[in-house]
């Protein structure tokens, strides 16, 4: 028995907790107690979290799930509590074939190309988000400031979600993010979620605009109940991931003045920085989980049938073998292939979206506020160990 | 060299158009692969190879 338990403390903001980092030493996969007690794993190395993703006979099914964390397991029982169901479109936690479906649905909306098309009015959300704090106070949150509302006015221009409406889901979002968070207050908030986009899919079937819900709708291939599943993941993952990439990126930056330094000197080197940025940090620092569907060997270790596996992305993303000095964050390695928007069937789908609002987000930082800088001690910064997506809470910045 | 992709396992990721955009590109209709030149020059071989690697489905494969 196994008394490995998976936490998200860490002893430096910018690393994975030690432990983790320890064990990644010395094992790629490693026996972990699950939170109602079930005996599964926990995979530290790179080639064993990509080959677990890529595996079909690793399910992502949330009725054969065991919960890594004790929050996590609260939750589940207050579903089941409350006969509380995913809702049909949330196809994150589908297995293909029905996983499928939805994807290739969406997937033309997300092609690199239709991305790229959108970069000119990313540039000009990301100008007026400095022109306001240039205007404003300082020191200024640059979460409230710039990290949070990029993201969010991308999201909600593409899918045609009001923007004026944020308040009524950024507020659920959080509570549905914190692992402090009670089980019937998140289920509140995901039924608050799902009730405000049912509303606005009723009413883009009504008055159809020109977005991504509306399109979605008049194709005529979801109900309203997937679309809102569809509408719901698409949004609150939309807002989360990048925010926190933008603003821990920033805070990463600044707390290294080498690599920033690097970074200014050469902006031709910001593709790459985004990428490592993302391996570097990589913020999804609790799961993902799977579940074997039948007995299935990882690198000569038999994962028992029905034993759930947690991939530690935030260690495999920095496991020697494939990253080597993988803890020094350094823009100008190749950091390509690195598991941060996942791999397999569920690679992240907004990912080359996330891309050009980095890309595009950094720059315009760097290049309008150069004397960018921390207003607090590094240490003072507010960091997000207590949600399910790493980053910082708020980041005080003066120029 | 020979790419094959197969699009009924592709999900449309686009790794592949990112990593070679004059090999790949991906159709507006459900996102999945297209191959723009299913046998490319040798000078693109390495890229080509790394795009394999990078798609998260296993829909691309090279001879
Ligand atoms: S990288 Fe793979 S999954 Fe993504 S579009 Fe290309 S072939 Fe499809």
Wanted: hydrophobic fraction near 40%; proline fraction near 7%; glycine fraction near 8%.
């Amino acid at each position: 028995m196994s008394d490995l338990t998976l936490t998200t403390r860490r002893e430096r903001p910018l690393d994975p907790p030690d432990r983790f980092t320890e064990l990644g030493e010395r094992a790629h996969l490693h026996r972990m107690a699950y939170a109602d007690g079930h005996q599964g794993w926990l995979v530290t190395g790179y080639a064993a979290a990509r080959a677990v993703l890529a595996d079909p006979r690793f399910s992502n099914r949330p009725e054969l799930a065991h919960p890594p964390v004790a929050a996590r397991l609260e939750l589940l029982k207050e579903m089941q509590e409350q006969q509380f169901r995913v809702p049909p479109g949330f196809f994150l936690r589908m297995d293909a074939p029905e996983h499928t479906r939805y994807r290739k649905l969406l997937a033309g909306q997300f092609t690199v190309r239709r991305m790229n098309q959108l970069e000119p009015r990313i540039e000009e959300i990301a100008e007026a988000c400095l022109d306001r704090m240039e205007a404003g106070e300082r020191p200024a949150d640059l979460v409230e400031a710039f990290a949070l509302p990029i993201p969010s006015l991308v999201i909600c221009e593409l899918l045609g979600v009001p923007y004026a409406d944020r308040e009524r889901f950024q507020a659920d979002s959080k509570v549905l993010f914190g692992l402090d968070s009670e089980g019937a207050d998140v289920i509140a908030a995901m039924t608050s979620i799902s009730t405000y986009l049912y509303g606005l899919i009723q009413h883009k079937r009504a008055e159809p605009g020109d977005d991504l819900l509306s399109g979605l709708v008049a194709g005529g291939e979801l109900t309203d109940e997937e679309l809102t599943g569809v509408a719901f993941l698409l949004l609150v993952a939309g807002h989360e991931t990048t925010a926190n990439m933008l603003g821990l990126g920033t805070y990463a930056l600044l707390t290294d003045p080498g690599q920033l330094a690097v970074l200014r000197d050469d902006p031709s080197l910001m593709d790459n920085a985004v990428e490592e940025l993302l391996r570097h940090l990589t913020i999804i620092h609790l799961g993902p989980v799977r579940t074997a569907l039948e007995d299935v060997e990882v690198e000569g270790t038999v994962i028992a049938k029905g034993e759930a596996v947690t991939l530690h992305l935030p260690v495999a993303n920095r496991d020697p073998e494939r990253f080597p000095g993988g803890g020094r964050l350094d823009v100008t390695r190749p950091a390509t292939g690195h598991l941060a928007f996942g791999h397999g069937i569920h690679q992240c789908l907004g990912q080359q979206l996330a891309r050009i609002e980095m890309r595009v987000g950094y720059a315009a930082l760097l290049r309008r506020l150069p004397g960018l800088r921390l207003a607090v001690p590094p240490e003072e910064v507010p960091m997000r160990t207590d949600m399910s997506i790493y980053g910082v809470h708020r980041l005080p910045v003066t120029w | 060299m020979k790419i094959e992709a197969d699009t009924t396992v592709c999900i449309g990721a686009g790794m592949c158009a990112l990593t070679v955009p004059k090999v790949f590109d991906q159709s507006e209709e459900d996102g999945t692969v297209v191959l723009l030149d299913p046998s490319p020059p040798a000078e693109l071989e390495d890229a080509v190879r790394r795009a394999v690697t990078l798609c998260p489905s296993g829909a691309l494969s090279v001879s």
